[in-house]
């Protein structure tokens, strides 16, 4: 039953030792006192089991564990100890350790076989007390012995999960020979490894305290896959295991291995292969047990749908038996929301150790026996291949969208040779795939998943100061530069020239960017997530978007007065100013009530990007570069014809000039070098960052230098209000006002009468005379 798995998942997971005693390749640091090069074999423990072999003959040695309960029965508490293994002592094809030996033995506990039969002993040093218990002989079928010891309850022994016998009182003994430290299955404890049985184990596990029968059953049917818990309805989170990634990851690995164990009793037929598989709530699985000598040509799992492990055909070993298992998990990788990348093996990720993992993939596992032949070489053939879609949650989805954002993806798997399950990208990569899946190559089998890692891109300090550097000497210019323009354009606001609608337009945009850069020097000295930088964000908001309404409106009053020429400037000064300042404060009324925090999290006291709330300046910021570059492509098209006409009839070889003057002094105040910081989304778009620094910063000074300082109607204004003052001072002086000879009206130069009409008075359209210094 569903509780039943549960439980006796429970159970396993109180272990304190599990030794599955799957051989792997050996690693030479691990060599044995007798010289035998040894193999790792996994587990969960401090590489402390050996796999020792002398003319065919092998036993396990699990390492010294000196004072413990492990090895000296007299050290346990009340709780006591429990030891479980499954032990056969024939079989002609063994995916297994071979271990060999008169005895299982250590310190304090002993099991062996002689011609009367099989016997467990316990024994106390301190008080010289032993406890033994016969058992059957072990057949050549896989038998699970089960014995447990506490001091109140003497020892017990179960095979197969049911009691077999027991020595409640024990006996008095006074030699129990020599007392090693070491745990060893399949020898003497002499350290002279001289004595050998054939014989083979599987499957070893130790609780330091003494199992329940209802428990030993649990655990039992559980390990040998009786029963139909795997198929019935389960749901993880009723195990308790919703915050503990390695008590998931224990989960996962049990899982597989009593899986593993449930293949070993499927028996194929001499000519065809047998397969269990199906689905549940927790993954779909496929059991298949090949005979010996049976050629299988390619193995897939699942057979169908888009996730899916293949190996190929001339990976398999036919000369024996093969089991395959392969599980893939609905929900597991749920629970690995974000991995430290120092804690995993995965050098490339370690590059980037703030940034945490994600597990962007369902799990996949599979497992064959004997393991198939594979490339070590990752370029070579044959090789294990992964296919995987990626998982991903809305936020995960928004991240890898961000073009801020460089996302990686690792093939990778839980590597369990150490305490705990690790995650490794060791033998395996991604060969190909995009955002939405990936395709592994690797060398192993084991179980696979997708890790994501998304970093945000950084620039470097020395662009960074650079960067600054520029905004900060740009703006201070551009601050500057606006307010001699406003008091210029204060000054002669009597002169009748100045005082038309087009400088009043002029005058409010440059007063929006001058409060709005002054605000933006200002905000670096706040810190953010506080009041006055929440103040200022909001403001800044307000006379940003405001700077954009203004250069719209430059747009807008450009268009009506070169392509269409329509309405009066009284009637259209009230929308004017509604656009320019109305719209922008109901904005900013709007984003306030709906995202008020959003103001304020950020450096310089600016709007926020993870809510979405930067969409309140983005998106008008947006509509009013479109709408002004189609005004522009329109104003210059017309000024192109006009001066195109020139040319043919006058010859003035300067219409190409003028054109391109034109559309320099309409850049400043219509906002296009702006659609610079919509291309400067990332490191990769450095140029364009630097252009948008120089640009935007410096904004104010062409306004300056395009609409004041250079401007003929300005100019002349001046020497008019100059003349005004000498007038009324008595100094009465004639005056000449000419034309500035940059003039982009008519390119007329200085004290030379023009023999001829200028460019604008030429056009065929005369109807529509364009000023450009109307603009």
Known sequence: TELDWRESLQVLATASHYWPLDAVDGIQELWDQIGNRPDIVEGMVNKGIFLNGDNGGTFLHFGSYQNSCISDPTLCGPEGITFSFFWKNHEVESRFAVASGGKVISNGFSVYTNPLGGYVEFYTRGNNHRWKAKIPVPGPYWTHILFSWKKTDGLN???????????????????????????????????????????????????????????????????????????????????????????VSGLIKTV??????????????????????????????????IPQNFNFPHYRFPTQGKNYISVPGE???????????????????????????????????????????????????????????????????????????????????DRIQNESNRVFLYCAFLNYSSNEAVW??????????????????????????????????????????????????????????????????????????????????????????????????????????????????????????????????????LYSMVVKVFGSENSKHIYYYGIGWGCPLLICVVSITSALDSYGKVDNCWLSLKNGAIWAFVAPALFVIVVNIGILISVTRIISRISGENYKVHGDANAVKLTAKAVAVLLPIL?????????????????????????????GFFVFLFHCLL?????????????????????????????????????????????????????????????????
Not at 505 to 525: D, K, P, T, W
Not at 744 to 772: H, Y
Request: proline residues 4%; charged residues 15%; glycine residues 6%.
């Open 711 to 775: 401007n003929s109607e300005v100019r002349a204004a001046f020497k008019h209000k100059t003349k005004v003052w000498s007038l009324t001072s008595s100094s009465i002086r004639n005056i000449n006002v000419k034309p500035f000879n940059s003039d982009i009206m008519n390119g007329n130069k200085e004290d030379v009468t023009p023999t001829k009409m200028n460019t604008w008075e030429k056009s065929t359209n005369s109807a529509n005379r364009i000023d450009l210094s109307a603009v």
């Open 157 to 247: 022994v179960y095979i197969n999960g049911t009691f077999s016998a027991n020595d409640v009182t024990g006996s008095v003994s006074d030699s129990y020979g020599d007392p090693h430290p070491d745990l060893v299955i399949g020898t003497g404890n002499n350290r002279d490894y001289g004595h050998y049985v054939t014989g083979a184990f599987d499957e070893f596990v130790i609780w330091e305290r003494a199992l329940s029968p209802e428990e030993i059953l649990l655990y039992y049917n559980a390990a040998i896959g009786r029963g139909s818990w795997f198929t019935g309805k389960y749901f993880l989170g009723d195990c308790e295991l919703t915050q503990s990634t390695p008590m």
């Open 671 to 699: 906002g296009i070098s702006w659609i610079f910081g919509v291309l400067a989304v990332n490191t990769n778009s450095l140029p364009f960052l630097y252009i948008f620094a120089i640009f935007n910063s410096l904004q």
């Open 424 to 557: 490794s990208n060791e033998g395996c990569v991604r060969s190909e795939g995009n955002m939405t899946y990936s395709v592994c190559l690797c060398n192993h089998l084991t179980n696979f998943a997708i890790l994501m890692q998304v970093v945000p891109l950084k620039l470097s300090t020395v662009h960074k100061v650079a960067l600054s550097t520029i905004g900060y000497v740009g703006c201070s210019i551009s601050i500057f530069c606006l307010a001699i323009t406003l008091v210029t354009f204060a000054v002669l606001s009597s002169v009748s020239t100045i005082r038309n609608q087009r400088y009043h337009i002029h005058a409010n945009l440059s007063f929006a960017i001058l409060v709005a850069e002054m605000l933006l020097l200002i905000s670096a000295r706040f810190d953010p997530d506080t009041l006055p930088c929440k103040i200022m964000a909001v403001l800044l908001h307000f006379f940003f978007l405001s700077a954009f309404a203004w250069m719209l409106v430059e747009g807008l009053h």
């Open 315 to 397: 990976a398999f070993t036919v000369q024996c038996q093969t089991s395959i298992v392969g599980l893939f998990y609905h929900s597991m990788h749920s629970y690995y929301k974000e991995i430290s990348p120092m804690k995993t093996k995965i050098n490339e990720a370690a590059d980037f150790m703030d940034h945490k993992i994600q597990v962007a993939s369902n799990l996949i596992s599979l497992k064959v026996e004997p393991s198939p032949a594979l490339s070590l070489n990752l370029s070579g053939a044959p090789l294990i291949k992964i296919v995987l879609t990626h998982v991903l949650t809305k936020e995960q989805q």
């Open 256 to 289: 597989d291995r009593v899986m593993e164990h449930m293949v070993t009793n499927l028996e194929p037929s001499p000519h065809s292969s047998i397969t269990l598989g199906g689905t549940s709530v927790v993954a779909d699985y496929s059991m298949v047990r």
